[in-house]
Nanobody, 120 residues
Framework: HVQLVESGGGSALAGGSLRLSCAAS????????MAWFRQAPGKEREGVAR????????YYADSVKGRFTISRDNAKNTVYLQMNSLKSEDMALYYC??????????????WGQGTQVTVS
């Protein structure tokens, strides 16, 4: 079965950095993008960054452009999210997901359990 396992969350000071990882297994083909979403308490889950499986093109929410970088290691079947210049508004539970092509949450299949990012 499909598994997406996030890691790398934790606490950081404002202005600091964290790197999230998502190890994927249990499937052989991903048509569209791998993506990171986040959900803060009392807010909707929102797309943060996605990377196209084929082209490697990357897309970012306006709120994180220039600060976050999504990348992938195909050999390890792992997707990363490098988060720099963290702000308090970045504090959320971050989820890895797969096979969507836009920011529409309903497009995506399979979600990890999430990893918490705290910024103080």
């Amino acid at each position: 079965h499909v598994q997406l396992v996030e890691s790398g969350g934790g606490s950081a000071l404002a202005g600091g950095s964290l790197r999230l990882s998502c190890a994927a297994s249990g499937y052989t083909y991903n048509r569209n993008c791998m993506a990171w979403f986040r959900q803060a308490p009392g807010k909707e889950r929102e797309g943060v960054a996605r990377i196209a499986t084929g082209s490697g093109n990357t897309y970012y929410a306006d709120s994180v452009k220039g600060r976050f970088t999504i990348s992938r290691d195909n050999a390890k079947n792992t997707v990363y999210l490098q988060m720099n210049s963290l702000k308090s508004e970045d504090m959320a539970l971050y989820y890895c997901t797969r096979d969507g092509s836009t920011w529409l949450r309903a497009e995506y299949q399979d979600w990890g359990q999430g990893t918490q990012v705290t910024v103080s």
